[in-house]
């Protein structure tokens, strides 16, 4: 009876490990080198699953090498004050907020206002975030850029706080002498 139920067990998470995860997102950077000196990254997003995702309020905690990278500047790219999706006079999010005042962290935050009105919804093409640009402090070095696990976290767009469960997060470990 025991190997009968060690087998059934084995048959059942071999069965549930091919299926999809709900509500699973992915976090990702797309790189690009702008000059021989300054080097970006914009922040991409898309779901997991068939069904478009719609995200509230966000955090976004990301690491790089403070050794071979210093903060430039950063701007929003959606999910902010500027994204009309409501009306052509409102926004359902402000704008963004980031700290980047300690090198080799910075740590962002998209606000949801109007939970009823979330957009643009996520699917399974890459949605831009935000691109971060950086000078290059030493091109032998490598970016080191990553996703702070423990600190970033993607909200469900509603009036209660409900957090994406199995969110994958990319790193970004390039070397900057492309």
Known sequence: MIKFLSKLTGVVCLLLSGLPVI??????????????????????????????????????????NKEALKFRSYTSQSFDGNLKCISDEDSPYTHHNYDASYAGVINATIFL??????????????????????????????????????????????????????????????PLSR
């Open 23 to 64: 509500g699973q997102l992915e976090l990702s950077f797309q790189t690009t080198l702008e000059s021989t000196n300054e080097y970006c990254a914009t922040v991409m997003i898309h779901s997991g699953v068939e069904e478009d995702i719609k995200i509230g309020t966000s955090s976004f905690f990301i690491e790089y």
């Open 113 to 174: 206002k109007d939970p009823n009105h979330a957009c643009p919804e996520i699917g399974k093409d890459d949605t831009e975030i935000a691109t971060i640009c950086f000078d290059i402090l030493d091109k032998e070095k490598e970016s080191g850029l990553m996703f702070n696990e423990e600190h970033t976290n993607i909200d469900k767009a509603s009036l209660k706080v409900e957090l994406f469960d199995n969110l994958v997060l990319k790193t970004k470990n390039e």
